[in-house]
Nanobody
Framework: VQLVESGGGLVHSGGSLRLACAAS????????MSWYRQAPGKERELVAT????????DYPDSVKGRFTISRDNAKNTVYLQMNSLKPEDTAVYYC??????????WGQGTQVTVSS
């Protein structure tokens, strides 16, 4: 099983980034997918979730209207489009897969840094 994130980097405040997470080794279409983030000294927090078929998404208020999660089940990939980025969005972003019948996997994380 592998979840490989990409797309992180350094961006100015107000800018955009698109993260991608390529999955392999499990039945991608049977898993809800999420993005989490963890800033230094803080707990890991959920920033976006999409259901297995992509029919439903959910976001915390801190990113609602700025972040969009999507998935392409044909490519076994989930995306996170991040717009209007703020310095407080700086964190390591992790991809997460949660199976409908159990099982959970994590990626290794990708760093996002937003400068003011």
């Amino acid at each position: 099983v592998q979840l490989v994130e990409s797309g992180g980097g350094l961006v100015h405040s107000g800018g955009s980034l698109r993260l991608a997470c390529a999955a392999s080794g499990f039945t991608f279409g049977a898993y809800d997918m999420s993005w989490y983030r963890q800033a230094p000294g803080k707990e890991r927090e959920l920033v976006a979730t999409i259901t297995s078929a992509g029919g439903s998404t959910d976001y915390p208020d801190s990113v609602k209207g700025r972040f969009t999660i999507s998935r392409d089940n044909a490519k076994n990939t989930v995306y996170l489009q991040m717009n209007s980025l703020k310095p407080e969005d700086t964190a390591v972003y992790y991809c997460n897969a949660k199976g409908l019948r159990g099982g959970m996997y994590w990626g290794q994380g990708t760093q996002v840094t937003v400068s003011s």
